[in-house]
Structures are given as C-alpha cells and as structure tokens.
C-alpha cells in the first residue's frame, strides 16, 4: 500500500526513509490542514456588514453579560454599527426617483383621463380604442404595484432595523443592572453615551418610517385611481362585447340614419384625425431602444439576407425570403416590435401595421403561384391596411358603416367568382382548404352586410375584421412554419454537424421532432391570438390567465388547465429526452464498444422506461397528487391484477425477464409455433416477429417465457444444413459420395470448418439414402445455399449418369373379371 512515504531497503533489510522527502509530505500535508482551517473559518464567520449583523443574538433566557473589560470594545462596535444603520437609513428615506415616479405617473394619467373626457364614455367607443386605453392605464397599475413592492422591501428592511434596536437597547440596560449587582465598577457615562446613540438612530429610523409612510400613501391613492379606470374600462369591454348581437344603431332604411350627415360629422372627423396625429413624447421616448431596434432589424436583416443568400439556397422553404429580404426585415421587424411593446402610441401601432401588411403580402406573393390567388390576396391586403387607417383616426360611425357596406358589396361578388374559377382551374382544384376559406368568408360578408343594413353595427364590424384578421393570422402561420422548419433544416445540414455520428443516422428523424415541437408552439402562438379576433376573450393574455385559472374538482383536488398543460408538457418532454438519451447511447456512448445489439436494446428500453416514469410522476406531482394517493393507485392495481389483470402483468414481467436474461433478443432468428421467423420488436407487453413471407406474428412476452422456443442464433449465427439426397440402386456409392465432398467444397458460403459430411444412410425402398451435412456461417442464407446445393448436385449426377429414382410399385391381380379380360384383348389385338 502506498502511505504518501519515499523509502528504500537496507542492507539490513529494513524500509529506510529519505528524511527530505518525508519532510515534504509532512510539509504538504500541514499545508493543506492550515488551507482548509482558513476556508472554514472565511466561511463560517459572519460577516459584521450591518447593524443587524453586528448585534447580540443569545437568549434573554440563558444571557451571559461580559465583564467589564469588554466595556469598551462592544462601545465601539455598537458605534459603528449604529453609524452603518443610519446610512442604510437614509438611503432607504431616499425616496426622491419613486416619488418622482410617481408624480409622472400621475401627470401622464391626467392626461389619459383627460383624453378620456374628450371623447365621452367608452361604452360608445371601438374596441380598439377601448382596448388600447385599457392597456395604459394597466401599464401604469403594473408599475404603481412594482413601487408598492419596493417601499414594503424598504419597510420589511426598516422593521429589522427596529427589532435589532430594540434588542440592544434592552441589552445595554440589562449589562448595567448586571455589573450593579455584581459591584463592579465602571463607567457610567459609556452606557448614557450608548444610549444617546441609540435614540439618535431611533430618531433616524422614525423620520424614514414617515417618508416611507408618505410614499406608500400617495402611491396607494393613485393605484386606486387607475384600478378604477381599469375596472371601467373592462367593463365597457364587456358591455362592448355583449352588445355584439344587439341591434345598436340605425337601419340604413331609416330616416335617424340619415340625419346623422351634417357638419358636426367633417367636425368629428378632423377632431379625430389631429387626436390621431397627436404624439405622445413621454411614451416614444420611453420606448426608444424598441425604436432603435426596429430600425437596426429593418436595415440589418435585409442586408445580412442578401450577404449570405448563396448559403441558403439549399433550403426550399426560405426561398421566398430570399427573394424579398427587404419584405421579409420589414415584417419580422413589424412583428417583433408589436410583440415586444407593453404599450402601442396609436400612430407607431398603426405605421408598424403597415408595415408589417406589406411585408407579409410581398412575402406572400411569393409563394402562391395562381395569379388570381395573389390579386384576392393583395387586394385584402388593401382593404386592411384602409380600415386600419379609418380606424386609426376614429372615423364617424355612420361614415364607417358606409364604408364597410360597399367594400363587402365588392368582395362578395369577387369571392363568388372565385369558388367558382377554384372548380376549374387546374392549378388550384385540389386546394379544398381554400375553397373552404373562401366560402367561409362569402357566408361571413353576406351576414356583415346584413348586419349593417338592419343596423346591428358592431356585429357586423366585429364580423368583416375577423374576417380579414384571420385569414393574416392563417398567412402568418403558414409563413412562420416555412421559416422555422427552413432554419431548421438548414442548421442540421451543416457540415459541422451532419459528420456526427448522432446526425448522420439520425438527422431526419431529429428534424421531424424539432419541426413538430416547432410546429406546436406556432400553432398555440396564433390560438391565443385567434380567440381575441372571434371576441371569446378580450386579448391573448386574457386566454393565458383563463386557461391558467380554469379548474376542475377531482375529489378535494383542484386541477387547472395550467396543470394540465404543464403535466402535458412534463409526458412530451419525457418522451423526448427518452428518445434522445436513447439515440445518444446507441451512436456515442456504445458505438465505439462494439456492444451487443441486444444488449444495446435492453438498454434502451429500460432507459424509454426510466425516463417515461419519471415523466409520468413528475406530471402526477404537477397535477397535486401526494404519496396517499399513489397508495391507493397501487392498491387498486394490486386488486385488478388480482381480478383480471394477471396475464398483462405477466406479459410485463416476462418483458422484463427477456430483455435481462436475454433468451432471445432483437434479430435472432427462432422458431415459435413450428413457423420461423426474425424478432423485430420487444414490447412491454408482447414480441413481434416478421416470418418468411413478411407477415408478422404477435407473441405475447408471457409465452416467450413459458413455452418451447428455439433460438436458431442465440450464440452464432452459424447453421447446419443437411440436404437428403437418394440414388439408383446400382449407382456406385464412393462416386455418389465424391461428388457431394465436390460440390460441398467447392460452394463458398459452405465452411471448411467443420468440414461438410457427405453419409450413406440407409437402403430405402427404392433408392440408396445419403444426407450431404454442411455449415454456412449466416442462416439468413439457408434457403439460397440449400437450393444451389442441389442445383448443383442435379447437375453433376447428369453429367456422371448417376439416376435418382421415383417410387415404384408392382400390382399383382389375384381375380380379374372375364369380361375385362376380354375388353383387353381386344384393344390390344
């Protein structure tokens, strides 16, 4: 055993130390003994970094008060941690940014009310607008909240503060009384002194209650303003939204319609279009970085698009980037900017709009190939980006009405004709999904008109924008599945990364996956954009928090929609990292190794189970489930299995068995049933194997255990094949035997060892019986080596005039009726 020591044997043949290198291992030792006291002590001590820190903490049960002579050293520390309070003290009563903050809070909704006032009540209003002020004045709740949860941070901070004074200040009183009664003498005017500086940080800690107080009070009375207004505001989304299906203004056949036209609409119409052009520099200036990067994506992208085009050209689904990078940084840009923004200044929202239309049409354009399909869709691109404009500036109703009466009289008629021409073009004939669309949008534009002639108004705008809302948001999907399933592609393309081993074998199957993922999150992206659209919720952080909050009662449980998704989510990820450990062992870890194939697959399975268990409680945990309840889930299962579950436990425990034991295993070739066949699969509850003519058996796992199989290639592969061969009585036996060492040794996929055994058997009823008995290395090729065999004794005993008989049998007849031998003579006379 090595003792750390250098030695050498003496000549009296004993172990000699060399005192120098013993010193060394002593030194090194010691070294690292004083290393690790020193790491002890720098973690173990606290650190005297604030008043709180610097105080006693002992029971006043079992308080021991120093002496004397710690006098002066606890002064000086009570000093300095007093000193340290005060500052921390004042930096909390440093209140001037918050309460600076919240002055321009209430300043800038001022204004938002003041604009409010202007317009009258939102009961009346768009929904967008109503929508858009909500949105504010939830910004500025938002950041009333964050400066609540700052001053109670200072405040919880300032109560620990108090406690710990408190604590010294009875420490102090109750050293003096100690050292009173003990008849020590000492210094008074020491403990008056601590005590002085005590009250002064008191007086300290007690001005910086009251600025926090006063902070805490102004901010309350603001957050309740704005907790009003949004409480307003939602519910005149709600009205708005009840009133969907209410009959809510004149019908254009009415006279009330048309008195509405008179100079106090032009009025409302300017008003609307210098309230639209107003600017907010408060709010763009807040929001200036998302400015700048809407600009550097704008101008970056394109050009980085153009630079490295040739790189992409690989790739099908980015082609019609490539040909319109300026559309394509336009409309990321767009998109990105809208997402990324709390809040939307009315003409930024509606230019980025723009934006992002144009964007997406040239896109578009690109990839619909049918010109009739491009015309429909920039011409709905035209009518989106003029409502968007007409809504921008809040036009009048009855003008906006009007509108939407004769650009829904246009496209109905367009729409017809289309359904129709979509039945006989050869291009578009097979495209059922969008014909499925473009009646669906005739039947929606016949009932907003409707709408607006019988005066159901908000019915029938809320119907012509989802419309159009819609159709963008099945554009939007369809081009974002292109771009990621194109950036997808092209990164597992890569040289660097498809001479992996795990990306050579699997790449496409990797691509798949992630494409689906991909594919997932697009299409729960654009639901929690559609329900808004079609009104069932009033925005898509409405559907998150409904979805989050919908419950449902499973005994004393409550389980959310959020648990769901997240025990969901927990099964999918499983199943994934399932999949991916199992393709890392098989092309990293064990692909060096030469390991078993069916070594490698129990692996793999009993990984697929480890993990899909884990997922399986994690989900289990995440949807409330405790350990009584796994009990009792246990204890069902114990009686189910007791009752009439027995054969599929057994079919799961013989799995088992067989993929530890390993009887048989993934490619063997065995016999089962009198039929061959080569395993496939094996499943936790049955095996599956592909017989000769490709049809497949399912064996349960249970009789794979219990019953008689034979494994043809448990240990080798290697086979005997023994061909019957029969011969004339009178052919010459050691030529018959010649001829099959010949044919045997000279075949190649027969083995030389062992070496092929040509046997005369036995005399047979009408030939002499030899067995030719060989071994071929490979099983799979018994069927070809046993039929060329014989081909290739045919041909030899032809050409040695050795003749292979046929059965042959003499009738002897004891009676014959005379009648019938008469017949025979006949015949042959």
């Known amino acids: 055993m090595d003792l750390g020591v250098s030695g050498r044997v003496g000549a009296d043949g004993l172990l000699c130390y060399r005192p120098s290198v013993l010193f060394q291992k002593k030194e090194m030792v010691l070294m690292r003994f004083l290393f690790l006291v020193f790491l002890s002590w720098v973690l173990l001590t606290p650190a005297v970094g604030g008043y709180a820190q610097g105080s006693p903490a002992t029971s006043e049960d079992t308080q021991t008060y120093p002496g004397v002579s710690e006098l002066g050293t606890r002064f000086a520390q009570l000093t300095g941690s007093a000193e340290r309070t005060s500052v921390e003290a004042v930096e909390l009563a440093n209140i001037a940014g918050p309460l600076a903050e919240v002055d321009a809070l209430a300043l800038k909704i001022s204004e938002i009310r003041g604009r409010v006032a202007e317009r009258g009540e939102p009961d009346t209003w768009y929904v967008d607008t109503v929508t858009q002020f909500k949105v504010q004045f939830d910004v500025a709740r938002k950041k009333l909240s964050a400066i609540q949860e700052d001053v109670a941070g200072r405040q919880k901070k300032l109560t620990e503060f108090r406690t710990v004074l408190k604590k010294d200040r009875q420490f102090w009183s109750r050293w003096a009384l100690a050292l009173k009664e003990q008849g020590e003498q000492f210094s008074e005017a020491v403990f008056l002194q601590a005590d002085e500086r005590l009250k002064t940080l008191e007086g300290v800690l007690q001005s910086t209650a009251a600025e926090l107080v006063l902070l805490q009070e102004r901010g309350s009375l603001l957050e309740q303003v704005v907790l009003a207004e949004v409480d307003r505001f939602s519910g005149a989304l709600e009205q708005l939204r009840k009133a969907t299906f209410r009959k809510n203004d ?22 609307g279009i210098r309230s639209a052009l107003t600017i907010d520099l408060d709010l763009m200036w807040g929001n200036a970085w998302a400015y700048i ?71 578009a354009t690109v990839l619909i190939s049918n010109r009739r399909q491009r015309r429909l869709l920039v011409f709905a691109a035209m009518i989106m980006v003029v409502t968007s404009a007409l809504r921008f500036i809040s036009l009048p109703q009855p003008l906006f009405r009007l509108f939407i009466a004769i650009f829904v009289l246009l496209l109905i008629p367009v729409l017809c004709r289309l359904i129709y021409w979509s039945k006989r073009d050869p291009e578009i004939v097979h495209q059922t999904f969008f014909r499925v669309l473009l009646r669906f949008g005739t039947v929606a534009f016949c009932l907003s008109l409707a709408g607006q002639v019988a005066g159901y108004v908000n019915f029938s705008i809320w119907l012509f924008r989802a419309v159009f809302e819609t159709g963008m948001i099945v554009l939007f999907v369809i081009m974002g599945l292109r771009l990621g399933n194109g950036f997808i592609d092209f990164v597992l393309s890569r040289h660097r990364i498809r001479r992996h081993s795990f990306f050579e074998k699997y790449r496409k199957e990797a691509a798949s996956r992630l494409e689906r993922l991909f594919g997932i999150i697009v299409y729960f992206y654009a639901l929690l954009h559609l329900l808004p659209v079609w009104r069932v919720f009033d925005s898509s952080s409405e559907v998150w928090v409904a979805l ?37 062992c098989e092309t990293q870890i064990f692909y060096r190794e030469s390991v078993d194939r069916g070594v490698l697959d129990a692996i793999k399975r009993l990984i697929h189970y480890g993990v899909i268990l884990v997922g399986v409680l994690v989900a289990l945990s995440v949807l409330g489930m405790n350990l009584q309840h796994f009990v009792v889930i246990l204890g069902a299962l114990g009686v189910g299995i007791g009752f009439g579950l027995q054969d599929i436990v057994n079919n799961f425990l013989s799995g088992i068995i067989l993929l530890f034991e390993r009887p048989i295993k993934v490619g063997d070739g065995i016999l089962v049933d009198g039929e061959y066949g080569t395993v496939k699969y094996i499943g936790l509850r049955s095996t599956i194997v592909e017989t000769l003519d490709q049809s497949e058996l399912i064996v349960p796992n249970a009789q794979m255990i219990s019953q008689k199989v034979t494994n043809w290639t448990l240990s080798t592969r290697r086979v005997r094949v023994v061909i019957a061969v029969g011969v004339a009585y009178g052919s010459p036996v050691d030529d018959v035997l010649q001829i099959l060492t010949e044919v045997s040794t000279a075949h190649p996929d027969v083995l030389t060892d062992p070496a092929p055994s040509p046997i005369f058997v036995a005399f047979g009823a009408s030939s002499l019986d030899f067995e030719l008995r060989v071994w071929i290395g490979n099983i799979d090729g018994r069927p070809r080596i046993k039929s060329e065999l014989l081909q290739r004794i045919d041909a030899r005993f032809r050409d040695a005039d050795i003749q292979i008989p046929f059965p042959q049998r003499d009738l002897h007849l004891r009676s014959v009726d005379a009648d019938i031998v008469a017949d025979i003579r006949t015949s042959r006379s």
């Open 548 to 584: 989050s909050r919908a419950e449902l009662m499973v005994g004393p449980n409550h389980i959310t929609m959020q648990m769901v998704l997240l025990g969901i989510a927990a099964l999918y990820g499983a199943s994934q990292i399932s999949w991916l450990l199992q393709t890392v």
């Open 250 to 271: 004149f019908s254009f056949f009415s006279y009330g319609y048309f008195v509405q036209f008179n100079m106090q609409l032009w009025t409302e119409v300017q008003e």
């Open 293 to 363: 990067l809407f600009f550097l994506l704008l101008i970056m992208l394109p050009l980085n698009i153009s630079r490295y085009r040739t790189r992409f050209t690989g790739s099908d689904e980015w082609a019609f980037v490539l040909d319109r990078p300026w559309a394509a940084g336009s409309f990321v840009s767009a998109v990105l900017v809208v997402t990324i923004l709390p809040v939307v200044p009315p003409l930024v929202g509606f230019s980025l709009i723009v934006i992002g239309i144009i964007g997406a049409t040239r896109l």
